[in-house]
């Protein structure tokens, strides 16, 4: 007989098993199937010879070199026989770099045989392949309630010259891992087993070797867990029960239903639904937020990690039925799962109200059209008067730019305009806000006001000034223009440094002459001993910003959070957890912790970033194609390490036309 290759175990095998069953037996850890030392290295050879025969060595030529910045697989790889009719699964990441040609070594063969690419499982990371075989020899699943955490798992894989496969022994170390769909063990999995078979004592297939990962989701996500002692199979049973699907060549994607819980671990967390994505499965099932999941598919959860673990083995098509608390009632809904969640966009005309509201005329008044908008192709115009959005009468720009935000991109919408005391009707069709900040934009005009008028409001201090909010005993900096006038709606720059730190004296000369040319109100938030501020400050932060409103007139759509330093992840959670408050957010720092919350109608968060190197930039890339691919309008920008007059006019000018609509 020949001899067993082992991959990445320890040189003496005996010694590895008695230390391994001494902590076993110290840990009173119960066996599926106790392991017989004195045998042992028979008992798994005998095994890896039974697995040897549905086991084939895969070849890729062509592809490309490098996916997600990482160097893809161009050595041979491992597959398994499923069918004795050529069906062969492997793992994706095999194939992640597409390549032109696939060529199957069949176990006891030198010959080399054509492989298709028949379909994809994208939910657990697997191809099926097919060759012109007859009478293979398919693997035989090992019952998966009979798997067992402490059993005995050896994981091969076919990449060597050894007619025998090459070999890794663990143990099984958790069940439905991975949302549920996933074994764990600590057996050795790397790109030479990956494809390959996990099994047990007696060669029979617990699961197919694919690389995971309990943070991402991609092809190369779980590489980096490679020699961690941790590794992750995906169950044959399973892969069996969806295998004809796979058949007819049409790919399997994960099933989403388009809801989210809240930010506490899954495991502690009740499931109650904190988001319902617009137009999503869950929307038109009928979900609401604040919906307690009390039972999935007849399976009682009381956790959201109970939720994934059920949730994360369907496909989209598949329908799930669920029981939900509402209040005092109790609701049974089936949600159908889609592969693919589309984000809401807010609709865009491209125009810009006046910040001075008019008494002798109602309804929308426009201070700017944007040049190549849908308001400019329509034949909008500087002084229009909009007081009507198909049936509805308009009489504010707030009310007008509250209805284009439950719109979407697309949909056509007729206006009725007053244009030099005629009425006429002008259709207009939405599209989504540009990612680009315009190189002109007219100042906006602030109303003089009669001498007796503004005497009274003398009363508005106005300058730089330090102010104490009493109830929490914390100290803000505003400034206010020093020609502030009451009765036009000023934006409000909310300055947040992520490290506590104060905004350097040259940049606040430039924020103050933003703020005078552009009819913003400046505040900063004191850190007492320059400590970076913290979900802790949240309740203070946000009573600033209404103490402001309450004192000065601001224009709630036009709320924007100026961040900069290391770690930015506080000042974005904060905007994109209070999008109610905040229109806008400009960032000189990047986040290292950050997921974006659904995009929701009615509500519209405008992000800037500006990078300052290389290697932010790219980091800056990544994160605006996540944050587009959301639905949230973003923009970046280089930046030098000390803005200039020049960078300020533009973010002058992406403040001021944050509330255009």
């Known amino acids: 007989m020949s001899r067993v290759h082992f991959h990445q175990v320890q040189p003496d095998l005996r010694q590895y098993l008695f230390v391994l069953l001494f902590l076993l ?70 194939f992640a770099a597409n390549p032109s040609s696939i060529l199957v070594t069949l176990p006891e063969s030198k010959k080399r045989l054509p492989a298709i690419v028949v379909a994809r499982d994208h939910l657990k990371n697997l191809t099926l392949l097919k060759v012109e075989a007859q009478n293979l020899t398919p693997a035989k699943p090992v019952d998966l309630k009979q798997i067992r955490v402490g059993q005995w798992s050896i994981a091969l894989g076919r990449t060597y010259a050894s007619p025998l496969p090459n070999v890794s022994l663990g143990l099984i170390s958790a069940l439905e891992r991975i949302d549920g769909k996933a074994l764990q063990t600590d057996a050795k999995v790397s790109p030479a087993n990956y494809g390959g078979p996990l099994v047990d004592i007696h060669g029979d297939v617990m699961g197919i070797l694919v690389p995971l990962s309990p943070t991402g989701k991609g092809l190369t996500e779980g590489v980096n867990w490679y020699d961690s002692g941790i590794g992750f199979a995906i169950p044959l049973q399973d892969i069996l029960s969806s295998l004809e699907r796979l058949k007819t060549g049409k790919d399997l994607k994960a099933g989403l239903m ?27 099932a009928g979900l609401k937020t604040k919906d307690r999941i009390i039972s999935l598919e007849g399976k009682s959860v009381k956790t959201v990690a109970n939720v994934k673990q059920q949730l994360g083995r369907k496909y989209a098509g598949e329908t799930v039925l669920l029981v939900v608390k509402r209040g005092e009632k109790i609701e049974k809904l089936s949600v159908t799962l889609t592969d693919k969640l589309e984000p809401f966009r807010q609709g865009w005309l491209g125009i810009l109200g006046r910040r001075i509201p008019s008494v002798d005329s109602p309804g929308a008044i426009i201070r700017h059209v944007f040049p190549k908008s849908p308001a400019e192709k329509a034949g909008l115009k500087k002084q229009d008067h909009i007081i009507g959005l198909d049936e509805l009468k308009i009489t504010s720009y707030d009310q007008l730019r509250e209805q284009i935000f439950l719109k979407q991109p697309g949909e056509e919408l007729e206006l009725s305009v007053v244009r030099e005391d005629k009425t006429q009707k002008i259709k207009i069709t939405t599209e989504a806000t540009p990612g680009s900040i315009v190189e002109q934009l007219p100042l906006p005009i602030l109303t003089q006001k009669k001498k007796k008028e503004a005497e009274k409001e003398l009363k508005a201090k106005t300058g730089e000034l330090v102010k104490t909010l009493a109830e929490h005993q914390q100290k803000y900096r505003i400034y206010v223009p020093e020609d502030y006038q009451h009765d036009a709606a000023y934006g409000l720059a909310f300055w947040l440094s992520a490290s506590g730190e104060p905004v350097p004296k040259k940049e606040l000369a430039q924020w103050k002459r933003i703020c005078r040319t552009r009819g913003f109100i400046l505040v900063i938030p004191i850190s007492e001993n320059l400590e970076a501020f913290s979900s802790d400050d949240v309740n203070w932060l946000l009573d600033c910003i209404k103490e402001v409103e309450q004192s000065y007139r601001i224009d709630s759509r036009m709320t924007c959070l100026i961040t900069t330093g290391k770690d930015a992840s506080f000042p974005w959670l904060f905007v994109f957890d209070h999008k109610e408050t905040f229109e806008g957010l400009f960032s000189m720092g990047i986040p290292r912790r950050f997921r974006a919350p659904f995009n929701e109608p009615g509500y519209r968060l405008q992000v800037l970033i500006s990078a300052t190197s290389k290697e932010q930039q790219k980091i800056v890339d990544k994160l605006q194609k996540y944050l587009d691919r959301e639905g949230y309008p973003v923009t970046s920008r280089p930046k030098q390490k000390e803005l200039s007059v020049e960078d300020f006019d533009v973010i002058g000018r992406w403040l001021d036309s944050v509330g255009a609509i």
Not at 69 to 84: A, E, F
Not at 276 to 283: E, G, L
């Open 25 to 94: 037996a110290s840990a009173s850890v119960s066996l599926a199937a106790p392991f017989p030392v004195e045998q042992g290295e028979t008992v798994i050879k005998r095994a890896v010879v039974r697995a040897s025969s549905c086991i084939v060595k895969i070849e890729t030529i062509g592809g490309l070199d490098l996916l997600d910045g990482q160097l893809t697989n161009t050595g041979p790889t491992t597959g398994v026989i499923v069918s004795d009719d050529g069906y062969i699964i492997t793992s994706s990441f095999n």
């Open 258 to 284: 388009g809801v989210s819980f809240g930010t506490t671990p899954p495991f502690l967390a009740e499931p109650v639904l904190q988001e319902i994505r617009p137009n999503s499965p869950a929307a038109e």
